[in-house]
């Protein structure tokens, strides 16, 4: 399966702290993206990584992307309570439909 | 600009019953794909559109699900004889084009309830 597989599953930090969540997938891709879903509300995306791109940051993101492993972190640095939500991460392959993880749930304390 | 718009928001119908859920995508998006989000869980993709291509049907559920879409525009999924196990919310989502790098952009779903 291309699924990517979000850890950990849930996250408590403290407003100001960072969060660190990591995807892990099991096929070749060509790209990784990150999406945000806020409660009741549709995805958001955040960055998207491509297979010969090892980092990117977009403000307090931070993707890191390790092909060897098969894996992926999103650093968010200094968080702020309304960064509260789900965090997905979307595996593209050899199609262009991105499967999607089960996602991490982030809380951050005020 | 408008984002994708999807109606209803929510949904209740009574099992056995047909329901129609509307997606409207961001105008000049070729591509636009439907996925199913049950409680607490991720997106389970349901049928991808590209064009005026063949659509991917590959991840509906069972016959009772069917999508259409005319050339680059407003799209309807169909779920006939509703079930509970349909309770979800259903996403929409459109991108500019078939590239491998383009982002989705996501309406905010239709929550779907059978009874």
């Known amino acids: 399966s291309q699924q990517g597989e979000e850890d950990p599953q849930a996250l408590s930090i403290q407003e100001g702290e960072n969060a660190t969540m990591n995807c892990s997938y099991k096929?070749?891709?060509?790209?990784l993206q990150w999406y945000r879903q806020n409660s009741g509300r549709g995805l958001v995306h955040l960055i998207l990584?491509?297979?010969?791109?090892r980092e990117k940051h977009s403000g307090r993101l931070r993707v890191t992307l390790d092909t060897s492993k098969k894996s992926s972190s999103l650093l968010i640095t200094a968080s702020r309570a309304a960064d509260t939500a789900s965090y997905f991460c979307?595996?593209?392959?050899?199609?262009?439909?991105?499967?999607f993880g089960r996602g991490t749930s982030l809380i951050v304390h005020p | 600009g408008a984002g994708v718009s999807q109606s209803p928001s929510n949904k209740v119908t009574e099992k056995g019953k047909d329901v129609e859920l509307r997606c409207d995508p961001i105008?000049?998006?070729?591509?636009l794909y439907w996925y199913r989000q049950r409680l607490g869980q991720g997106l389970e993709f349901l049928i991808y559109?590209?064009?005026?291509?063949?659509?991917?049907k590959s991840g509906l559920p069972s016959d009772r699900f069917s999508a259409e879409r005319t050339g680059e525009s407003v799209s309807t999924l169909t779920i006939q004889r509703t079930q509970q196990e349909d309770s979800a919310v259903y996403l929409c989502?459109?991108?500019?084009?078939?590239?491998?790098?383009?982002?989705?952009?996501f309406g905010n779903g239709t929550r779907l309830t059978v009874t």
């Open positions: 979307a595996i593209s392959g050899g199609s262009y439909i991105p499967t």
């Open positions: 990584i491509r297979s010969n791109e």
């Open positions: 989502a459109s991108s500019p084009g078939s590239s491998y790098n383009s982002p989705l952009h």
């Open positions: 096929t070749s891709i060509n790209n």
């Open positions: 559109f590209q064009g005026n291509s063949a659509p991917d």
């Open positions: 105008s000049g998006h070729t591509a």
